[in-house]
């Protein structure tokens, strides 16, 4: 084995992550600081604040993470950082740890795409996951189908032409007035449980469409109507919208996979695995109902437990690890640097 013991950090949304990982795939550390008490007093994710959220605990946090592995910086051979997609101001403030760590400590940088690593995290937890494998990407601000060819060699199958499932998710659970202290999707997974997914007939987005596209506005707009027109004072009416949601959202995902892996199938037919990554994926009723799919097609459902799928370090770090092994990073930045020089 290589050896390697790479620190991931991770902070292009809400989340302030970092997390150390061997390349032999055990995981040291993982340490997660969310802003979720802001995202209640604002409703969302306010830029400026982020940032200003994420300077506050990062270096906190990736001291956390080095103590809680027990390892200093000199028992690091690379440092991974996300820097993409994601608000910028709130990329830079991982960036610049990670520079500085790197540079005071001689380490090579690797840059990690954020969807790229809620990918690979799989083959972390499947070390059987061999390319090439399909994977459905489902976040607060994505929706990917990819056929993942090899590192680096990714095919689209289908994205996002509006808003991503997860949003969805967090509008559904702030007009019903749902508990957000963590986010929206667990609040409508657990109410979800005790209504009727039949009561409320959404139609399904892009039916029409014989694509491997998605479209979550539509049926945003179709549950803000239902709200509207309801009366959802008792519990049991929320509990309906929210399983009538869930089941149409989920139905959508169902129909795209289907189509996708047909796709695939004909451009890669040795494929035996779909991943299923990112926030929404930690929803076991999601996991069920792709799980019937993928054994309908004979493959294999590889999904990584819910503190894997959710933003997180641990997935930077393995990123980093399969970029550094392939001799994909970048040298040591100067030691000392100004602020504006990042
Ligand atoms: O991957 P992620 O942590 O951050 C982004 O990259 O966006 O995904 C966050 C999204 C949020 O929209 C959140 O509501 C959703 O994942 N999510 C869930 C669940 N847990 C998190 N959606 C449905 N069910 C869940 N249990
Ligand atoms: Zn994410």
């Given at each position: 084995d290589d050896n390697l013991v790479v620190l991931g950090i991770e902070t292009s949304c809400d989340d302030t992550a970092a997390a150390v990982v061997r390349s032999s795939g055990d995981i040291l550390s993982q340490v997660v600081s969310s802003q979720a008490d802001l995202l209640v007093r604002y409703g969302g994710v306010a830029p400026k604040m982020a940032e200003e959220a994420h300077s506050q605990v990062i270096d906190q946090v990736v001291q956390e993470a080095l103590n809680q592995a027990n390892v200093s910086e000199t028992d690091l051979s690379a440092v991974a950082v996300t820097i993409g997609p994601g608000l910028s101001l709130c990329l830079r403030v991982g960036v610049q740890k990670a520079r500085k760590t790197a540079g005071s400590f001689n380490l090579p940088i690797i840059g990690v795409h954020h969807m790229e690593a809620h990918a690979l995290v799989a083959r972390l937890v499947e070390r059987e996951l061999q390319f090439p494998f399909m994977a459905l990407l489902i976040s607060g601000g994505h929706n990917l189908l990819i056929l993942a060819q090899g590192l680096g060699q990714y095919i689209q199958l289908g994205?996002?032409?509006?808003?991503?499932?997860?949003?969805?998710?967090?509008?559904?659970?702030?007009?019903?007035?749902?508990?957000?202290?963590?986010?929206?999707?667990?609040?409508?997974?657990?109410?979800?449980?005790?209504?009727?997914?039949?009561?409320?007939?959404?139609?399904?987005?892009?039916?029409?469409h014989k694509d491997c596209n998605f479209s979550y506005a539509g049926l945003k707009t179709q549950v803000r109507l239902a709200i509207e027109s309801k009366n959802i004072q008792d519990r049991r009416s929320r509990a309906d919208i929210a399983a009538s949601f869930q089941r149409v959202a989920v139905l959508h995902l169902e129909e795209r996979c289907q189509r996708a892996i047909q796709w695939a199938l004909k451009i890669e037919p040795s494929i035996k695995h779909l991943v299923v990554s990112g926030g929404v994926a930690s929803n076991q009723y999601v996991r069920a109902r792709l799980d019937q799919v993928v054994k309908k097609n004979s493959l294999q459902l590889v999904c990584p437990p819910p503190s894997l799928c959710t933003d997180n370090g641990v997935m930077v770090a393995w990123t980093g690890i399969e970029h550094f092994r392939m001799g994909r990073f970048d040298p040591p930045p100067p030691a000392v640097e100004s602020e504006d020089f990042v």
């Open positions: 994205t996002s032409i509006d808003d991503a499932i997860g949003e969805a998710y967090d509008k559904t659970a702030k007009w019903l007035g749902l508990d957000m202290r963590r986010s929206g999707g667990p609040a409508i997974e657990e109410l979800a449980q005790e209504g009727d997914a039949e009561s409320i007939k959404f139609s399904i987005p892009m039916k029409q």
